[in-house]
Each structure stands twice: as C-alpha cells, then as structure tokens.
C-alpha cells in the first residue's frame, strides 16, 4: 500500500463526507423536498454552476480514457478532445434563458418534466425516461470502474476493495446530500481537477525536458504521433469532426447536463458560468490530454491506456503530491457518478412513481422513497462493476450517443419550434434511439463519420415531418 | 398548471433567441478555426512542420491559440451582449 499518495485521497473523500453532511440539512429544513433534493431550490451561483457543469461532463472518458488515448495516437487524439471547448458556452447559450424561463413556468424539476409539460403525452414521457435509465445505467457502471480502477493503480489494494471504498463514499453524500451536495462536491472537485492538471503537466513537461525535446522524442519514435492523423494515421478529419456533434454540440441534450441549466439563481449567474466554464473546460481539457502525449516518451510502453495517468504522476512527481494530482481524476469520475446517480434517480421517483404510480404520495413517503432509490440504485450499479468489460471510454460514448439521439431535437426544437408536437418528439426519439443501436452494431463508420451523426440528422428530419404532419390532428386533439 | 395565453410572445423570449443563434455562430466560428488550421497546416508531411512554442504550429494555432481565443471571444459577447432579464414570474411567490 502506498501511503503517501493514498492520505491525500482519504482526506478529500472526508471533505465530501463533510458537505453532503452540511447539504442534508438543508435537504430536512427544506419546504419543498422534491425541489432541493434534485435541484438545490435553483439556487446556484455562477462559480458553482461552471464547476458543476464543467466537472459532470470532465468525467472518466476525458480523465482516464481520454489522456490514454492520447498517450497511444499522439497529439491527433488532443485535437479531436478539443471539439469539447464547445461545450463551455454552447450549452449555457443554447439552453439558455429560455430553458430557465420556461422550466420555472412549468415548474419542472427534471428534463422529462420539461418534456411532460411541453408535449403532455404519457409516451414521451415513459420513452425519455426508459432511455434515460437504461443509458446513464450504463455510462454510471463505466465511470465506477474508472473510479475502481484508479484507486487500485494508486494504492495498490484490489479491484474489489478499491471498488467498495468509491461505492461508498459516492453513495453516502449523494444519498443523503442530494443536488445541493453534488454541485458543492462538484465545485471542490473542479477546483482539484484545475490545479491538479496544471501542475502534473509542468511536471511533466520539466520530466520531459521542455515542449521542443518532447516532440522530438515523438516523431523520431514515429512521426505521425505529431500530425492531426493519429498514430496509425486512420483518424480521419471526418471522424474526427464527428466528435463536436457527440462531445461537443450534442452535449446539450444529455439529462445530467440540462439539469443544470435549470438550477441556476440569475441571469447574472448564468452569464459567469458561460465565461467561467469556457475557460474552465478549454483549460482542463488541453492539459489533461496533453499530460497523456508527452508522458509517451518518459515512461514508454505502457500497455493499458486507462494506467497512464497514474503512473506517469507517481513517475514525475513526489508521491504526496501525486496523491493530491490523483485526487483530480478521481473527483472527475465522482462527480459525474453522482450526477449520474441522482438523475437516475430523480427519473424513477419523479418521473415514473409520482406521474403514474402513485401521485398523491405524502411529502414524506417521496423522502423516503427518494432517498431509498438512490440508494438501492448505487448498490445495482456496484454489482454491476464487479465484474467489468474492458474500454470504458467506448462504453460511456455509447451511452452519451444514445441519450443525444434521443433528446436533442425534442429539447432544442421544443424550446424554439411553437409547431413541434409530440408526434415529431416520438418520431424523433425512436429514429434517434433505433437508428444510433442499429448503426453501432452493423455500421460502426457510415460514410467514415460517427454513428452518432447520422441519427442526430435523420432524427432532426423525423421531428420536422411528423410535427407538420400531425398539425391538424394536435390542433382538434387541443380544442 | 395555466394554460399559456396564446400569441403574446414575452420580451424575455427574444432575447433568448438571439443569445441562442449567438451560441449558433461561435460555435461555428470555432469550428472553422479548429478544422482550418488543424488540417490545413496539419496535413503536410511531418518532416516540414514549423514549431511554434515548441509545438507544431497547426496544434499551436488549432488548439491552443483556438482555445485562448475563444475564451476571450465568449467573455467580450457575453459582456457587451448579453442581457439580464428576471426568470420568475411576476407575482409569484417564491
């Protein structure tokens, strides 16, 4: 066991002990329990909303997948992770006022109360909240074997072990802290991932003995690890593009992230997360991934992509410090469990228990049922992990794909298009869905881009023809 | 829940909209920008990059010029552009 890089790990798990405590308080105190417990009463800060959205999105795929990858293509690898820039301003612009405007107005708590208001249909809702709680199901067991995976390279215990200490500590201040307690832990989480990445990639960088000699080292071991073409020059820029539609663009319809833009106090408070989630995202994402380029040359041959960042931390740096770097990785992969784990959660209660279950439950029964979900569903995921496939990257782009093709035209065009109805929603989520699983099973690159393009575009197309189609029929169906 | 009153469109909506088609055109500036340089520069053979800071210069522009950029690109439109409107409803309770 290596101690001194696993203390600085144990205390940053009891500072998030520590909140989701504080934030339990208020969840007790609070009038309305549904509104604080998923979404802290829409009282964010700006500060707090960039750290949060920025953090829920900086998950396992960029913080220990991505920087692997990047240590096998080279800077092609750090080329296509910048497409994820768009997301700092994109979102917050897109969503924007009108999101806050419309949801406040329908008083909605969760992106499928947006869409229940929004086209009042029973199978919008039961659709968005299937494919919610199957995909995130999947992106959440992914992100936990990152979390497991990095507390076993770190401190040496098994897979086992390390799995159980994450379960644990995500599950004890989700469960009893709600969103309050996961955007807190999200901001402390940034915070760490900011200083984190800067300081292991000065390290790395001094390791290495300056930009210059790194690049050198590259391209004489072989030279398209420093073009835009990937190791084996096979990425493509046509692929590569398709990333700003899947970590990019796309971003604004996943459910983690649309919650957030309904939580926040002003427009004041919206306009500081813009700037301060650009820099925050743009910052992040360049360090971290180029931390996975250049530790190439130090510590050559490393076989499992999801280890370099440790190792290459524990290699550069004293091992206190490296312990504090890790710390930056793993409040990635906390945070966005917890998000995912609250959303999921907030699905089954809000969406289905309370819209078709058993509506009239008591403002206590919805406590206990909340918190009780919350619970049982980490424990699943945790049994899920035990036993787990190997690339998590490709599993968590599989579920953000999935969630995209579902919603982003329901959400985006139900805030902008009067005539979108939900006819045009249904078609739109089932060509979306249908298409994305079909065209990732047997067409993996249709036309050398990503199988998430095609449906995001063909699924834009269902919306627009069956919203005019059904005009007629949603008007007598509303008079 | 009220039903909406038909065709009084809110001040608030507006704005909204054009802050979204903004969201639209940066996003597509920044999009150019990245594609142009990263392949434009980029697709040469290794052997002629120029280096700037140390970095090849299409990854220098692309991602790290590109980058900086649009942070400062985002702060001067959100300062001088965007403006701020209440979300609540007037007359409801908080």
């Given at each position: 066991m290596n101690w001194q890089a696993t203390i600085p790990l144990i205390l940053i798990l009891v500072v998030m002990f520590a909140i989701g405590i504080l934030a339990s308080r208020r969840v007790q105190s609070s009038k309305s329990f549904l509104d604080e417990y998923f979404l802290g009463e829409r009282s964010l800060g700006g500060f707090v909303l960039a750290m949060t959205m920025t953090a829920t999105y900086g998950s396992a795929s960029s913080f220990i997948g991505g920087p692997g990858t990047a240590y096998t293509e080279g800077l092609g690898w750090v080329l296509l992770a910048m497409s994820q820039v768009v997301t700092g301003y994109f979102v917050l612009m897109i969503l924007g006022k009108k999101f806050a405007i419309v949801t406040r107005k329908y008083k909605a708590v969760t992106m499928v109360d947006f869409l229940k208001a929004r086209y009042d249909s029973k199978w919008v809702v039961l659709l968005a909240a299937a494919s919610i709680i199957i995909f995130l199901f999947s992106a959440m067991a992914a992100q936990w074997i990152g979390g497991a995976r990095l507390i076993e390279s770190l401190t040496g215990m098994n897979y086992t072990s390390a799995l159980f200490i994450f379960a644990l500590s995500v599950l004890v201040y989700v469960t009893i802290g709600g969103f309050r307690a996961v955007a807190l832990t999200d901001a402390v989480q940034g915070s760490i991932m900011f200083v984190g990445t800067l300081v292991l990639l000065i390290a790395t960088i001094v390791a290495g003995g300056g930009v210059q000699e790194i690049m050198n080292d590259l391209s004489a071991e072989n030279p398209n690890l420093i073009t835009p073409f990937g190791a084996e020059g096979t990425l493509s820029p046509a692929y590569v593009s398709s990333f700003w539609i899947l970590v990019g663009v796309g971003v604004v319809a996943l459910p983690q992230i649309t919650v957030r833009a309904m939580s926040y106090k002003s427009s004041k408070s919206m306009h500081r997360a813009i700037i301060i989630g650009t820099i925050l995202v743009g910052f992040i994402m360049l360090n971290m991934h180029l931390i996975g380029v250049f530790a190439r040359p130090i510590l050559?041959?490393?076989?499992?992509?999801?280890r370099v960042m440790p190792l290459i931390a524990l290699e550069v740096l004293p091992a206190w410090v490296a312990g504090v770097v890790l710390a930056a990785p793993m409040a990635a992969i906390m945070s966005t469990v917890d998000s995912l784990l609250l959303l999921v959660s907030s699905t089954v209660v809000k969406d289905v228990f309370l819209n078709?279950?058993?509506?009239?439950?008591s403002h206590k029964q919805v406590m206990r049922l909340s918190i009780g979900v919350t619970a049982i569903l980490g424990i699943i995921v945790f049994l899920l992990a035990l036993d787990p496939p190997d690339l998590i990257i490709w599993l968590n782009l599989f579920a953000f794909g999935g969630l995209e093709a579902a919603f982003i035209w329901p959400v985006v065009m139900g805030l902008y298009w009067q005539k979108g109805n939900k006819y045009g929603a249904l078609a739109s989520m089932i060509t979306g869905v249908g298409l994305y699983i079909l065209s990732d099973s047997?067409?993996?690159?249709?036309?050398?881009?990503?199988?998430?393009v095609l449906p995001v575009v063909l699924s834009f197309v269902a919306y627009v023809l069956a919203s005019l189609a059904t005009q007629k029929k949603q008007q007598i169906a509303q008079n | 829940m009220k039903h909406e009153r038909p065709e009084k469109v809110d001040y608030r909506y507006r704005i909204a909209n054009r802050e979204a088609l903004i969201g639209v055109g940066l996003a597509v500036f920044n999009f150019i920008w990245w594609f142009a340089f990263a392949y434009g520069l980029g697709s040469k053979d290794p052997e002629e990059y120029t280096y700037v800071l140390g970095f090849p210069a299409w990854f220098f522009y692309s991602c790290i010029a590109g980058t900086v950029l649009m942070a400062v690109l985002v702060t001067i439109v959100v300062k001088k552009f965007f403006v701020e409107v209440p979300f609540d409803d007037e007359g409801e309770e908080k």
């Amino acid at each position: 066991m290596n101690w001194q890089a696993t203390i600085p790990l144990i205390l940053i798990l009891v500072v998030m002990f520590a909140i989701g405590i504080l934030a339990s308080r208020r969840v007790q105190s609070s009038k309305s329990f549904l509104d604080e417990y998923f979404l802290g009463e829409r009282s964010l800060g700006g500060f707090v909303l960039a750290m949060t959205m920025t953090a829920t999105y900086g998950s396992a795929s960029s913080f220990i997948g991505g920087p692997g990858t990047a240590y096998t293509e080279g800077l092609g690898w750090v080329l296509l992770a910048m497409s994820q820039v768009v997301t700092g301003y994109f979102v917050l612009m897109i969503l924007g006022k009108k999101f806050a405007i419309v949801t406040r107005k329908y008083k909605a708590v969760t992106m499928v109360d947006f869409l229940k208001a929004r086209y009042d249909s029973k199978w919008v809702v039961l659709l968005a909240a299937a494919s919610i709680i199957i995909f995130l199901f999947s992106a959440m067991a992914a992100q936990w074997i990152g979390g497991a995976r990095l507390i076993e390279s770190l401190t040496g215990m098994n897979y086992t072990s390390a799995l159980f200490i994450f379960a644990l500590s995500v599950l004890v201040y989700v469960t009893i802290g709600g969103f309050r307690a996961v955007a807190l832990t999200d901001a402390v989480q940034g915070s760490i991932m900011f200083v984190g990445t800067l300081v292991l990639l000065i390290a790395t960088i001094v390791a290495g003995g300056g930009v210059q000699e790194i690049m050198n080292d590259l391209s004489a071991e072989n030279p398209n690890l420093i073009t835009p073409f990937g190791a084996e020059g096979t990425l493509s820029p046509a692929y590569v593009s398709s990333f700003w539609i899947l970590v990019g663009v796309g971003v604004v319809a996943l459910p983690q992230i649309t919650v957030r833009a309904m939580s926040y106090k002003s427009s004041k408070s919206m306009h500081r997360a813009i700037i301060i989630g650009t820099i925050l995202v743009g910052f992040i994402m360049l360090n971290m991934h180029l931390i996975g380029v250049f530790a190439r040359p130090i510590l050559p041959g490393i076989e499992v992509g999801d280890r370099v960042m440790p190792l290459i931390a524990l290699e550069v740096l004293p091992a206190w410090v490296a312990g504090v770097v890790l710390a930056a990785p793993m409040a990635a992969i906390m945070s966005t469990v917890d998000s995912l784990l609250l959303l999921v959660s907030s699905t089954v209660v809000k969406d289905v228990f309370l819209n078709y279950v058993k509506p009239e439950a008591s403002h206590k029964q919805v406590m206990r049922l909340s918190i009780g979900v919350t619970a049982i569903l980490g424990i699943i995921v945790f049994l899920l992990a035990l036993d787990p496939p190997d690339l998590i990257i490709w599993l968590n782009l599989f579920a953000f794909g999935g969630l995209e093709a579902a919603f982003i035209w329901p959400v985006v065009m139900g805030l902008y298009w009067q005539k979108g109805n939900k006819y045009g929603a249904l078609a739109s989520m089932i060509t979306g869905v249908g298409l994305y699983i079909l065209s990732d099973s047997f067409f993996p690159q249709p036309f050398g881009l990503h199988s998430v393009v095609l449906p995001v575009v063909l699924s834009f197309v269902a919306y627009v023809l069956a919203s005019l189609a059904t005009q007629k029929k949603q008007q007598i169906a509303q008079n | 829940m009220k039903h909406e009153r038909p065709e009084k469109v809110d001040y608030r909506y507006r704005i909204a909209n054009r802050e979204a088609l903004i969201g639209v055109g940066l996003a597509v500036f920044n999009f150019i920008w990245w594609f142009a340089f990263a392949y434009g520069l980029g697709s040469k053979d290794p052997e002629e990059y120029t280096y700037v800071l140390g970095f090849p210069a299409w990854f220098f522009y692309s991602c790290i010029a590109g980058t900086v950029l649009m942070a400062v690109l985002v702060t001067i439109v959100v300062k001088k552009f965007f403006v701020e409107v209440p979300f609540d409803d007037e007359g409801e309770e908080k």
